[in-house]
């Protein structure tokens, strides 16, 4: 079986072992260092770390200081907690369509979608490429709009030289299959001192110094141990950005013709890190993408479908008073991709025979 991913933390065993040695394990010096080093990752002058990607989300949404009604415009094709932080953050979730391209948000559709309660644009850069800050950036601060940017899966990836995560507040993952994991955990970028200082506030129970309360905090910390996890990652960063890239790039090589099967688009300016590898079944190809998701399967060729619908299409959330008139028919390229989206292996650890038997094993289910 070739597996859709592969966690590898091996090379932290020393570290890990020094934190644990130390006797000193929840958040200290490790989780500084790991900060400095993700910071340098993203360009951004603060990183804050926290212990899982949803938190990076909701805390960077209380920072901002919502009112009841504020709307957070943001991408219906995602992992669910993206919506599910703005639900917790209290604000009003509307959504803009996606592109077919890079798979994120529309700029055209959220210019239609703003109105004059929109605080905050939230574009996902989905699969390990930005959304279109070209054109987002510029309307967020025509508009008076926050930009936070849901980055979980796209840590070193950029736009016109500019990483992800440096456009606004840049929220990252680092969940176990994330491309950086310290198993659990998260990022929120900034280049605004005050804000990475209230962040950092808010993390530690609103607690400034011992005992001083500066306002209603929460434990958001990360701990020393899942740092040290994530150091030798940051440290080999580019390396394993490349060894994606080229795996990409021999899976779309070897996949290019394949009749009803578009490959993914690395668009101009861009840099994509790759953390999925998604291919459209298109309604012309020999097998629908649920029967080639099996076909595949059933020939130890890993694969995965992110994500099967879209996300807020499902019981808890119809009719949620923070969810209004969302409908699925309204995001037509969301619903089509998020029917023929299936994410191929492309992770660093792949052969080159592997890719091949990825590529020769699709060619073949699919007829060509
Ligand atoms: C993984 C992910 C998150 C959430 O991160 P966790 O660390 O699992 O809480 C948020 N948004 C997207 C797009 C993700 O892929």
Known sequence: MIPITVVDVRDAEDLVVEVLRSGAIAQGPMVKRFEEAFAHVAGTKHAIAVNNGTTALVASLQALDLQPGDEVITSPFTF??????ILEAGATVRFADIRR???????DAVAAAVTSRTKVL?????YGQTADMGKLAPFAAERGLRIIEDSAQAVGASFEGKRAGSFGIGCFSLYATKNVTTAEGGVITTDDDGLADHLRVLRNQGMRARYQYEMAGHNYRMTDLHAAVGIPQLEKL?????ARQANAKRLSDGLAGTPGLSVPQVLPG???VWHQYTVLVGPHAMLSRDELAAALTEKGIGNGIYYPKVVFDYD??????LIPDARVADFPVAKSVADQALSLPVH????????DRVVETVREVLGA
């Open 270 to 272: 861009r840099e994509h």
């Open 316 to 321: 808890c959330y119809r009719g949620h008073p």
């Open 238 to 242: 580019d390396q394993l950005a490349a």
């Open 80 to 85: 669910v907690a993206t919506l599910n932080a």
């Open 101 to 107: 391209d890079d798979f994120a948000i529309d700029p």
């Open 348 to 355: 660093p650890h792949l052969t080159e025979s592997d890719l």
């Open 122 to 126: 939230m574009p996902v850069h989905l």
